[in-house]
C-alpha cells in the first residue's frame, strides 16, 4: 500500500523560506506523479506543484518562480522548497501520489493517496 510522510513545516516569516519532505512508499507503477497540494482555512484546496516518474515538473501561477520540487529516488522522497514565502501561503500542505499517471496535473481527483499533511504558517 502507497504511504505518504510529509514534514518540514512550521512558522517562518514572511520572505523566508522553508523546504518540505514527503517520504513514499509503495508505489507499484513505474508511471506516476506526485504532487503537493495545500488548504487554507475557508479556502478550497490548490495544487501547487508536481513532479512524474520522468522528472517533469509542474508549477501553479501562485508559486512559479518562488517554489521549487525535486525528488531523491535514492532516498524515495521528493522536496518541495518554498523561497520568499507570503502570508498567503500559509496553509496545510499534503503530498499526494497519482499512480499510472504520465502527466503531470495540479487537479487534486487524479491523484489516489494522500498523505496527514503539515502546517506551514509564514507570519511575523
Known amino acids: 500500500q502507497v504511504q505518504l510522510v510529509e514534514s518540514g513545516g512550521g512558522l517562518v516569516q514572511p520572505g523566508g523560506s522553508l523546504r518540505l519532505s514527503c517520504a513514499v512508499s509503495?508505489?507499484?507503477?513505474?508511471?506516476?506523479?506526485i504532487g503537493w497540494f495545500r488548504q487554507a482555512p475557508g479556502k478550497e484546496r490548490e495544487g501547487v506543484s508536481c513532479?512524474?516518474?520522468?522528472?517533469?515538473?509542474k508549477h501553479s501561477d501562485s508559486v512559479q518562480g518562488r517554489f521549487t520540487i525535486s525528488k531523491d529516488n535514492a532516498k524515495n522522497t521528493v522536496y518541495l522548497q518554498m523561497n520568499t514565502l507570503k502570508p498567503e501561503d500559509s496553509a496545510v500542505y499534503y503530498c499526494?501520489?497519482?499512480?499510472?499517471?504520465?502527466?503531470?496535473?495540479?487537479?487534486?481527483?487524479?491523484?489516489?493517496?494522500w498523505g496527514q499533511g503539515t502546517q506551514v504558517t509564514v507570519s511575523s
Open positions: 509503495g508505489i507499484t507503477s513505474n508511471m506516476y506523479v
Open positions: 513532479i512524474n516518474n520522468a522528472g517533469a515538473i
Open positions: 499526494a501520489v497519482g499512480q499510472y499517471l504520465k502527466l503531470t496535473t495540479l487537479r487534486g481527483s487524479n491523484y489516489d493517496y
